[in-house]
């Protein structure tokens, strides 16, 4: 079993949807949940990071931690076709002192 | 400022050729990264510097060689590389491990 899971999609939506992209993971040692948006060729950029379990909001955007599920969520809220990306979920530790990654959710938002 | 700055952006280079990456961070941090990010795959972790001395190398084949010249500059130095070794390379850089920042990466292909 993988550290962090993470649907690849594609996940296609219509303009203006509510987004709900998921990971679950199996480490427990995991405490910080990190959420990047990747456009194609480009590097990824940080969105949000999150520490406990709850909610963390930043705009339209909603970072979800459930600890005892093992389970973390991004929502967009209104999402545009600008937020057409691939979504990364990441987590500190793990195996290594660098950031184990989820797969990657491709999302596209149809105009 | 949140920059990582990669050079070059794109990088062509034969089987026994040898090149530089460079990659530079302005903003104090204590760690600094190299990926490796092939088509549709999340970033694989290659090598950590904590404080300017490799700390982590994934065992990565010797025809990749890392070096940090000072805190703030990394490079990686590649010879005699093969096609397969053709991908985004990524550099990160992080104070804590809360949230790393990512440069834009340099697009290398090994012909």
């Known amino acids: 079993q993988k550290e962090v899971e993470q649907d690849p999609g594609p996940l296609s939506v219509p303009e203006g949807a509510i987004v709900s992209l998921n990971c679950t993971y199996s480490?427990?040692?995991?405490?910080?949940f990190m959420w990047y948006r990747q456009y194609s060729r480009k590097g990824p950029e940080l969105l949000m990071y999150t520490y406990s379990s709850g909610n963390k909001e930043d705009g339209r955007f909603t970072a979800q931690v459930d600890k005892s599920s093992k389970y973390i969520s991004l929502f967009i809220r209104d999402s545009q076709p600008s937020d057409s990306a691939t979504y990364l979920c990441a987590m500190p530790g793990g195996g290594a002192d660098g950031l184990t990654f989820g797969k990657g959710t491709h999302l596209i938002i149809q105009p | 400022d949140t920059e990582v700055t990669q050079t070059p952006k794109h990088l062509v280079m034969g089987m026994t050729n040898k090149k530089s990456l460079k990659c530079e961070q302005h903003?104090?941090?204590?760690?600094m990264y190299w990926y490796k990010q092939k088509a549709k795959k999340p970033p694989e972790l290659m090598f950590v510097?904590?404080?300017?001395?490799?700390?982590i190398n994934e065992s990565v084949p010797s025809r990749f060689s890392p070096e940090c010249p000072n805190s703030s500059l990394l490079n990686l130095h590649l010879h005699a590389l093969q096609p397969e070794d053709s991908a985004l390379y990524l550099c990160?850089?992080?104070?804590?491990?809360?949230?790393?920042?990512f440069g834009q990466g340099t697009r290398l292909t090994v012909v």
């Open positions: 990160a850089s992080s104070q804590t491990l809360t949230e790393a920042f």
């Open positions: 480490n427990s040692a995991f405490q910080y």
């Open positions: 510097y904590s404080y300017e001395k490799l700390s």
């Open positions: 903003m104090g941090h204590r760690a």
